[in-house]
């Protein structure tokens, strides 16, 4: 069964750092997606991208935060300078049209000390 | 999106069926019902959707009431890997339904 892959699964950066997170979505799907999860919490959603624009972002999403689709398979979050706050599981998730189901990758574990 | 209730966590023993509860009160009518389910901090899963009628799956069932105001997922033979945080979800339809917003969920905890 197609899978969304994300890499790395554990990414440790000093605080003010940037960090890249990365994401091969499901080969035909056109919606991509990021959320996140600090330890104990709920899956927050950030932000939501389609025909290589963000469609949708929460308040969380701000200046220190861009996404992007370099190529034809990858979908990248980056994060300009990594804040202790930050530190969360990353989770990428894609879906095959609007509205559609998302299948979500495995996570980035991302620890800013 | 309508606000969703589920309980915080419920035991159930392996081989049996597990009912999850879930009340979406203010539900409207172009609302879906969504589960997802997170296994010990992976990403979530799609497990089942609804809009009004039941619905059934490999794996689970989805039974929303007439009113639509709350719904119930059963897992039918509950194994000790269905051990998981299960999202009970209300996702708008049409124009803007696509986001998901996950809650707290209900933490389900199968046991030998």
């Known amino acids: 069964e197609p899978e969304v892959t994300q890499t790395p699964s554990h990414q440790v950066t000093q605080m003010g750092q940037e960090v890249i997170l990365r994401c091969v979505p499901i080969?035909?799907?056109?919606?991509f997606y990021w959320y996140r999860q600090i330890l104990g919490q709920k899956v927050e959603f950030l932000v939501s991208?389609?025909?290589?624009?963000?469609?949708?972002k929460s308040e969380i999403f701000d200046d220190q935060f861009s996404v992007e689709r370099p190529d034809g398979s990858n979908f990248t979050l980056k994060i300009r300078s990594t804040k202790l706050e930050d530190s969360a599981m990353y989770f990428c998730?894609?879906?095959?049209?609007?509205?559609?189901?998302?299948?979500f990758g495995s996570g980035t574990q991302l620890s800013v000390l | 999106d309508a606000k969703t209730t589920q309980p915080t966590s419920m035991d159930c023993a392996e081989g049996r069926a597990a009912n999850l509860p879930c009340n979406h009160s203010?539900?409207?009518?172009?609302?879906?019902v969504y589960w997802y389910r997170q296994i010990h901090s992976q990403g979530p899963q799609y497990i089942i959707h609804?809009?009004?009628n039941n619905e059934t799956n490999e794996m689970a069932s989805l039974i929303i009431t007439e009113d639509r105001k709350s719904s119930t997922l059963i897992l039918p033979h509950a194994t000790l890997r269905d051990t998981a945080v299960y999202y009970c979800?209300?996702?708008?339809?049409?124009?803007?339904?696509?986001?998901?917003?996950f809650g707290g969920g209900t933490r389900v905890l199968v046991k030998p």
């Open positions: 998730a894609s879906s095959v049209g609007f509205g559609e189901k998302l299948f």
């Open positions: 080969s035909n799907h056109l919606y």
């Open positions: 991208f389609y025909n290589n624009e963000i469609s949708e």
């Open positions: 203010t539900i409207s009518g172009n609302e879906y």
């Open positions: 609804g809009l009004k």
């Open positions: 979800i209300v996702r708008a339809g049409g124009a803007a339904g696509n986001k998901l917003t």
